[in-house]
């Protein structure tokens, strides 16, 4: 099993940052890829950003792509994601996720995830 921790989250105005961070514990080895997805209130959840373990090729998707960067910290077993310009469209709860195998923006690709962390944009 593989235990996922989000951290980061909270209230921020329209421009500015807020980072997220992921903390993976348990059988980690297993893990090929990590992700961050968001869901916003009556809306399905969506793909944010998702990258290789231990580095590699980033995807992101339309909406964030050039405002949020996926970063890792290897030695820490920790994702990151960095999110710049934020836009109120961006309000959502933000999960981290992770599977074996290769990476994607498709959440039941999935196999663990963290509880979620709430992040507000007000304009």
């Known amino acids: 099993q593989v235990q996922l921790v989000e951290s980061g989250g909270g209230s921020v105005q329209a421009g500015g940052s807020l980072r997220l961070s992921c903390a993976a514990s348990?059988?980690?080895?297993?893990?090929?890829?990590m992700g961050w997805f968001r869901q916003a209130p009556g809306k399905e959840r969506e793909g944010v950003a998702s990258t290789y373990v231990g580095g590699g090729y980033a995807y992101y998707s339309d909406s964030v792509k050039g405002r949020f960067t996926i970063s890792q910290d290897h030695a820490k077993n920790t994702l990151y994601l960095q999110m710049n310009s934020l836009k109120p469209e961006d309000t959502a709860m933000y999960y981290c996720?992770?599977?074996?195998?290769?990476?994607?923006?498709?959440?039941?690709?999935?196999?663990?995830w963290g509880q979620g962390t709430q992040v507000t944009v007000s304009s």
């Open positions: 348990g059988y980690i080895d297993s893990i090929h890829c």
């Open positions: 996720a992770a599977r074996p195998g290769y990476c994607s923006l498709r959440q039941y690709e999935y196999n663990y």
